[in-house]
């Protein structure tokens, strides 16, 4: 490849517009997408960082930056929060709003899940109609093939009117193609004729965005995509959607609780031994009673109560529930619980924090 990655150990605040560049000459990319789309996997491979990725609805809370250079040019790279659209319901998707519009990225990367592109291209059709420097990556092109999915790119591109590059971040495929189109759509002049704000029809963008993929997309199974469709309609469903997820959500809570009751009692009752065989080694040294106080019934006693209550549940619950991540449930649990939860002012995906702390709050409450 010809990417040369340089990192900037920074989490930059977007509100407060810090662009750290190197170079007078240096171009800035807004790299924007949907949650769990491998946007910060490509940002990973273009500026060498590494920033945390997984499964959860919006793992990027602050907005990044790196730096790379290709073919001589630098680039600023601002890794924006995933968002769905530029209509907000949250801060972060706020903020990557906010610095799109802006104009202060002179190419905007919108990142796409190949395999699920239809319901990526909503974010890409708002960003075309607020300016024609964009770049469309189409990501996870590898697990695209694997499932049987053709994206035809060429199409696409016609479809969109703007350049798009299939990628496979994780293994660096196409990366380079990437930065060849962002580096000729930055030398284009910038057009006036786009709005200045997003789209708000949203059946419109929906409807349009159904057209395209039934033109570039095509599947080797449909029927594969019937049973997660299926799935979807049962997990995330008006009927059934709470009720399932509050059956899984109660047996994750019962393993967790009913599993750590035996190592608990098991790490407890070695503690209190190794707490006696202490309290020898004191008495036989002869040491003052208040220094054995201090440091075997008090910094010792309650370091060994907290990893005895904490440590088994969290071996077992924490491996759950990234079982539930790698199936791709915990997504489908921010969007159950997303509708009750906006009527306090709050966003679905808080509802996984809830989950933990209400975990941690069941096993402290019952080891009392």
Not at 51 to 68: E, I, L, R
Not at 272 to 284: I, N, V, Y
Not at 335 to 349: Q, S, T, V, W
Request: net charge positive.
């Amino acid at each position: 490849m010809r990417i040369k990655a340089a990192s900037i150990d920074a989490h930059a605040n977007m509100r407060d517009g810090a662009i750290l560049k190197r170079s007078e000459t240096d171009l800035i990319l807004a790299l924007a997408g949907n949650p769990n789309v491998g946007k910060s996997t490509v940002f990973n491979a273009l500026t060498g960082l590494r920033q945390h990725t997984g499964n959860w609805p919006g793992k990027t809370v602050d907005s990044a930056q790196g730096y790379c250079v290709h073919n001589g040019q630098g680039f600023v790279i601002v890794d924006l929060p995933g968002t769905y659209s530029l209509s907000p319901h949250s801060q972060e998707e706020e903020i990557t709003r906010d610095f799109i519009l802006s104009g202060k990225a002179d190419v905007t990367i919108i990142v796409c899940d190949a395999t699920c592109l239809e319901r990526n291209l909503n974010l890409a059709l708002q960003t075309r109609c607020i300016t024609d420097r964009a770049v469309l990556c189409v990501n996870l092109m590898d697990e695209a093939r694997k499932k049987g999915i053709q994206v035809n790119i060429e199409e696409l591109s016609k479809q969109l009117n703007m350049p798009v590059v299939g990628t496979s971040a994780r293994s660096g495929k196409g990366l380079s193609a990437l930065m060849d189109a962002v580096q000729r759509i930055a030398c284009l002049p910038p057009s006036t004729e786009n709005s200045s704000a997003p789209i708000q029809n949203t059946e419109a963008i929906f409807q349009e965005a159904e057209r395209i993929c039934r033109i570039c997309v095509t599947r080797e199974n449909p029927t594969a995509d019937m049973r997660r469709f299926r799935a979807d309609r049962l997990l995330t469903g008006r009927i059934t959607g709470i009720p399932v997820m509050l059956l899984l959500l109660s047996l994750v809570f019962y393993i967790t609780l009913a599993g750590a009751n035996y190592p608990s009692a098991l790490l407890s009752k070695w503690a209190l031994a190794l707490q006696e065989q202490l309290t020898r080694l004191f008495q036989s040294l002869n040491a003052p009673a208040w220094l054995h106080d201090a440091l075997v019934l008090g910094m010792y006693r309650v370091l060994a109560w907290v990893v005895s209550v904490m440590l088994p549940p969290m071996a077992i619950f924490f491996p759950l529930f990234t079982l539930l991540e790698d199936l791709g449930y915990l997504p489908r649990v921010a969007f159950n619980l997303d509708h009750c939860f906006k009527r306090c002012h709050a966003c679905g995906k808080q509802a996984l924090t809830m989950c933990m702390v209400h975990s941690r709050m069941q096993r402290q409450g019952k080891s009392c």
